[in-house]
Structures are given as C-alpha cells and as structure tokens.
C-alpha cells in the first residue's frame, strides 16, 4: 500500500484559482480531512468570526495530525506555512481568475457553495473583484517573501489548470479501509 509523503497540506492562490476544486479532489484521493478558510471564517449572511476566535479555530486544525486546508486569509499565511508540510500555491493568470469568479456567481447565484458557511449565499462585488484583479501586485509578493522564507516544507507551484491537472493524475491514490 503506498504511503502519503505529506499530511499537512496547504492550498493558496487567488480567488478563483480553483483551491477548492483541488483541495476537495485531493482530499478525496488522500483520504485526508478538508478545512475550507472561508467556511471557518463566514458565519450566516456573511458575518465575519472575531479574529481572535478564528484564530483560534485555526490554531486548532493546525495541531491536527493530518489535513488539507485551502484559502487565502494572507494575515494567517504566516502560521499556517509553519505546520505545513507541502504547500501547494495556485500561481494562475489575474484574467482566469476573473473569468472564474464571473462564472462561479453566475452558476451559484442565490446557492452556497460547498465550501463555504451555510447561509452565505454566493455574492459578487466591486471589492471583491478589484481584490481578484490586484492580487497579482498587491498580494503575490508577499505570498512569494513567505514561501521562500519557509523552511522544511515542499512547495509546489502551479500556474495553469493543466499543470493542476497533471500533478492531480501523477498524485498517488491512497486506499483506505480492509480488503
């Protein structure tokens, strides 16, 4: 049975990157438990947790022993690289971004998604979509700094969905249960 390398697993990018796509289907393939920020994060009609308790909810999923975790939250990039034992950071194109956020507010219009809170019904504005498009200057720099300051952590980044696709098809599919 092959083993997993890695158990601690990070996923960042821009919104709309897809790290919830990845997160979910490399979860499913390592049998690891799931962690969405932004579910963590957003309470009911898009109330934010107190920092002080969100990061505490972090803290606590980060001492787990095992676990894939993926958003953004770039205040807690810092902490979260420490427990870290992979990194995988979703380096995509600002216009792929925008088209997929477009896309993803008109498919879950009026819906929640599956990785966010219950009662945060998929939304679009002119801050979230400037944050997108200034990703690239305003927070890829500083994702980059930590990155190379990380120590002891694979770091694996990606920067187009065909490139998602082949590390997912050479990714190992660990099997679980009794034969």
Same mark, same amino acid.
């Given at each position: ?6 158990k ?5 990018? @821009? @919104?709309?990157a897809?790290? @919830?796509?990845? @997160?979910t289907?490399?979860? *499913? ?5 799931l962690?969405?920020?932004d ?6 009609g898009?109330v934010?947790t107190p ?12 001492? *787990?022993?095992?676990?894939?975790? /993926?958003g953004?939250?770039?205040s ?13 950071f979703? /380096? ?5 971004c ?7 507010a008109?498919?879950?219009?009026g ?9 945060? +019904? *998929? ?7 400037k ?5 690239p200057?305003?927070?890829r720099?500083?994702?980059l ?6 120590? !002891?952590? /694979?770091?694996?980044?990606? !920067? +187009?969905?065909? *490139?998602?696709?082949a590390?997912? /098809?050479?990714?190992?599919?660990i ?5």
């Amino acid at each position: 049975m092959e083993q997993l390398k890695h158990k601690r697993i990070l996923i960042i990018g @821009s @919104s709309g990157a897809g790290k @919830s796509t990845l @997160s979910t289907k490399l979860a *499913e393939k390592w049998n690891l438990p799931l962690v969405h920020l932004d579910a963590l994060f957003w309470n009911a009609g898009w109330v934010p947790t107190p920092k002080p308790e969100f990061l505490k909810k972090i803290k606590m999923t980060l001492e *787990e022993d095992e676990w894939i975790m /993926d958003g953004n939250f770039d205040s807690t990039l810092e902490l979260r690289a420490k427990y870290a034992d992979l990194i995988i950071f979703l /380096d995509f194109p600002k216009v792929l971004c925008m088209y997929r956020i477009l896309k993803r507010a008109w498919v879950h219009r009026g819906k929640t998604r599956p990785d966010m809170a219950p009662g945060c +019904n *998929e939304k679009i504005d002119m801050e979230f979509v400037k944050w997108v498009w200034r990703f690239p200057k305003d927070v890829r720099p500083g994702t980059l700094k930590i990155l190379r300051e990380t120590k !002891q952590v /694979d770091i694996c980044i990606l !920067q +187009n969905p065909k *490139e998602v696709k082949a590390f997912l /098809d050479t990714a190992p599919t660990i099997q679980t249960g009794k034969i």
